[in-house]
């Protein structure tokens, strides 16, 4: 079956140092893959998609994520972190019939 | 400009009680999903719904039920509710071809005491 695996439960950064996040997906085609943010008590905001195409994708609040075939793996960065991007990040694939299978999330903790 | 609105917020059940948890889209997507969300578990699919009148099972759907009477609407019924229920409850909507993106809803958090 289809997964996506996140393997840092949390991450701690300073505020201005770089960032980024691990995703790693299992899936013969090429996927369609996401990024999205959970900040505390809210629902989720896509952050970046990747579908085809150029494999390093912008997306918003500052952040990128590079799609790595050989490496099965699309994480996301950020140049310089921000205390209000303090947050829940998730990454998710596209299963079928337009269904997400999601990785279980980084906790982004941002120090002073 | 609403989006995916999902009622109530927050709920406590008692063991054995039922309840409907609401989600209306009010932009014309087809496609509409219910998650949970349990800590360092992401979110599973439980129920979705390709269209009014058309749905289907996901990941998790035993103790729960759907209906999608309208394009609109996509309620999902716990019928006897139990401990393992307790989670917060995301609905999503997604247009399909050739956008192919989820937005979701701010979520329901139930307990099941």
């Known amino acids: 079956a289809q997964s996506v695996t996140q393997p840092d439960i949390h991450i701690t950064v300073s505020e201005g140092a770089s960032l980024e996040l691990r995703c790693n997906y299992s899936y013969g085609a090429t996927p369609y893959l996401f990024w999205y943010v959970q900040s505390p008590g809210q629902g989720l905001q896509l952050l970046l998609k990747y579908f085809s195409g150029d494999t390093l994708v912008q997306g918003i609040k500052g952040f990128e994520a590079e799609f790595k075939r050989s490496q099965s793996s699309f994480n996301l960065r950020k140049p310089s972190v921000h205390w209000s991007d303090a947050a829940e990040y998730f990454c998710?694939?596209?299963?079928?019939?337009?269904?997400?299978?999601f990785g279980t999330g980084t906790r982004l903790l941002v120090s002073p | 400009n609403a989006g995916v609105t999902q009622t109530p917020k927050f709920r406590i059940l008692k063991i054995g009680q039922s309840m409907t948890l609401q989600c209306t889209q009010d932009m014309n997507h087809n496609y509409m999903y219910w998650y949970r969300q349990d800590p360092g578990m992401g979110l599973k699919l439980i129920y979705y719904?390709?269209?009014?009148?058309?749905?289907d099972k996901g990941e998790v759907p035993n103790g729960y039920n759907v209906s999608r009477s309208t394009t609109e609407d996509f309620p999902l019924r716990l019928e006897l509710a139990a401990p393992s229920q307790t989670s917060v409850y995301f609905c999503a909507s997604n247009p399909g071809t050739p956008k192919n993106i989820q937005y979701f809803g701010a979520g329901t958090r139930l307990s099941v005491l």
């Open positions: 719904s390709v269209g009014a009148g058309i749905t």
């Open positions: 998710a694939s596209y299963t079928g019939f337009q269904k997400l299978v």
